[in-house]
C-alpha cells in the first residue's frame, strides 16, 4: 500500500511529489553530509584556535548536552504545531551553527556555535515522527530505511569532501556545510507538504518516531529496566553508542599524533578519506549482506560477532603504526560490525510493546546522547596525555563489556 496522497484544499497546492517520502529522503541527505562534513574538520579547526585535546573533546560534548536537553522538547512541540515549521526551526538553527563557526576567531566561539546548533538538533528526530504520522504501519519499517541509505551515504561522501575542500583552507569545508543546510531549508520550505496527513490510528499506536518523554520522565524511563531481557539490551546499547562515540569523536586526534603520510603528520584530508573508506565499506554491507548475515545466524549472534570484532578491531587500531595496517584493522572491523546497530535495534524494539516503539526509540536516544556527551571527554583527556593506544583499547574495551550481558535467554529464532 502506497503512503496516502494530501488532501487538496486551497491553502495546500498540489505537491509535484507523489510521496512525502522524497522530500523527506533529501532533507534528511543533505543534512547528513551537512553533519558529516564537520565531523573530520572540528578537531583540526579547534586546534588551529588553540583548543587542547581536552577542549576539543568538550566541544564535542557540549552538542549532545544541548541535544539531550531540547531534542525532546522539539519533538513534543512538534507534536502540537505540525513537523514542517519544528523543522524549519531546527535546520535554521543548524545553518545558524555552521555560519558562526566559520567566523570564529576564538574557542568560546565555537563553543557557543555547538550549542546552538545542539540547542536545534532535532532534524533527524523529526524527520523519523513525520514519516511515522505520514505512512501506514506495515510499510513503516521500508520508509525507515530511507534514512538508514542517506545516513550510509552521507557518511561516505561528507567526510570526503571534507578532506578535498580543506586543501584549499578550513573554512572551505564549512561554507560548503552551510550551503548544505540552507539547501535543507528550501527542500523543506518547497518541497514538503505544508499539511501532513496523520494517520487516525497514530493515537493509539504511535510507532516509531512516534510519543517521546522528556528529558525529565526518568522514572517512566526506569520502568522498562525492570525487564531483565530489556535492560540487558539497553545496556548494550549503552556501551555500543559509548565505544562507537569515544572512536568517531577522538579518532582524528590520535591518527595526528599517530601517523604520517608523505612525511607530515596526517591532516584532514587524510582523516576525511579514512572516514570515506569506512562508510564505503558500510554502504557494501548494508547493500544487502547484513541482510544475509542476520538470516545466516540471527540477530542475536550478529551483534556478539559484532561486539567482538569491534574489540578486536578497536585494540588492533591502537597498535597500529602506518596507515595502511589501519586501513586493514578498519576494514575488518567495519566488516565485522556493520551488522552490530541494526540487529542491535531490532531486538530493543521487539522488545518493547507494540505502542511503546516510539518511547523505546526515544530512549536509545537520550542514552546515545549521554555517550556523545561522556565518551568525547574522556578521549581528549586520554589523548591530551599522549595515552594514544589507552584511548583506542578503552573504545575496544568498552564494547567487549557488552558481551557479558549477552545471555541466551531470549526467546528470538537464532538463525533462519
Keep these: 500500500m502506497s503512503p496516502p496522497q494530501l488532501q487538496e484544499t486551497e491553502a495546500t497546492p498540489r505537491s509535484r511529489f507523489s510521496s512525502p517520502l522524497l522530500p523527506i529522503f533529501l532533507i534528511v541527505l543533505v543534512d547528513v553530509l551537512g553533519f558529516t562534513i564537520i565531523l573530520p574538520l572540528l578537531p583540526f579547526y579547534s586546534e588551529r584556535l588553540g583548543a587542547s585535546p581536552t577542549v576539543v573533546g568538550a566541544l564535542v560534548s557540549i552538542y549532545a548536552v544541548f541535544q539531550l536537553i531540547a531534542g525532546p522538547i522539539l519533538g513534543q512541540i512538534s507534536d502540537r504545531v505540525g513537523r514542517r515549521p519544528i523543522l524549519l526551526l531546527s535546520q535554521a538553527g543548524t545553518l545558524a551553527g555552521f555560519l558562526l563557526l566559520a567566523s570564529a576567531q576564538y574557542v568560546w566561539v565555537i563553543f557557543v556555535a555547538r550549542a546552538i546548533d545542539g540547542a536545534t538538533a532535532g532534524n533527524l528526530t523529526i524527520a523519523q515522527a513525520y514519516i511515522s504520522d505520514v505512512t501506514e504501519p506495515e510499510n513503516r519499517a521500508k520508509s525507515f530505511a530511507l534514512i538508514g541509505i542517506a545516513f550510509g551515504f552521507g557518511f561516505l561522501v561528507g567526510p570526503a569532501i571534507s578532506g578535498y575542500l580543506g586543501t584549499f583552507g578550513y573554512h572551505a ?20 507538504p505544508r499539511h501532513e496527513k496523520i494517520h487516525e490510528h497514530m493515537e493509539a499506536d504511535p510507532g516509531p518516531g512516534g510519543r517521546r518523554l522528556s528529558l525529565l520522565s526518568w522514572g517512566e524511563y526506569r520502568r522498562y529496566f525492570r525487564n531483565p531481557e530489556l535492560a540487558r539490551l539497553l545496556i548494550q546499547w549503552l556501551l555500543f553508542s559509548f565505544s562507537f562515540a569515544t572512536f568517531v569523536s577522538g579518532f582524528a586526534l590520535f591518527a595526528e599524533r599517530r601517523y604520517t603520510w608523505n612525511g607530515h603528520p596526517v591532516g584532514l584530508r587524510e582523516v576525511g578519506y579514512i572516514f570515506a573508506f569506512t562508510g564505503f565499506i558500510g554502504m557494501i554491507m548494508q547493500g544487502g549482506l547484513v541482510g544475509r548475515m542476520v538470516k545466516w545466524l540471527g540477530e542475536r549472534r550478529v551483534v556478539q560477532v ?43 524494539t521487539q522488545k518493547a510493546g507494540k505502542r511503546e516503539q516510539g518511547v523505546i526509540l526515544g530512549l536509545t536516544q537520550s542514552i546515545t546522547s549521554v555517550s556523545q556527551i561522556t565518551a568525547p571527554l574522556i578521549s581528549g583527556v586520554l589523548i591530551d596525555r599522549h595515552y594514544l593506544t589507552v584511548w583506542a583499547v578503552w573504545a575496544g574495551v568498552a564494547a567487549g563489556l557488552a558481551l557479558f550481558f549477552q545471555t541466551g535467554t531470549f526467546s528470538d529464532p537464532v538463525g533462519p
Design 173 to 192: 569545508p564549512i561554507y560548503a556545510a552551510s550551503a548544505l543546510s540552507f539547501t535543507s531549508i528550501l527542500c523543506t520550505f518547497f518541497l514538503l
Design 306 to 348: 559484532g561486539f567482538f570484532t569491534t574489540l578486536l578491531g578497536y585494540v588492533a587500531i591502537g597498535l597500529t603504526r602506518t596507515v595502511g595496517q589501519l586501513l586493514a584493522v578498519t576494514a575488518f572491523s567495519s566488516v565485522g560490525g556493520a551488522g552490530l546497530r541494526p540487529a542491535l535495534t531490532s531486538l530493543i
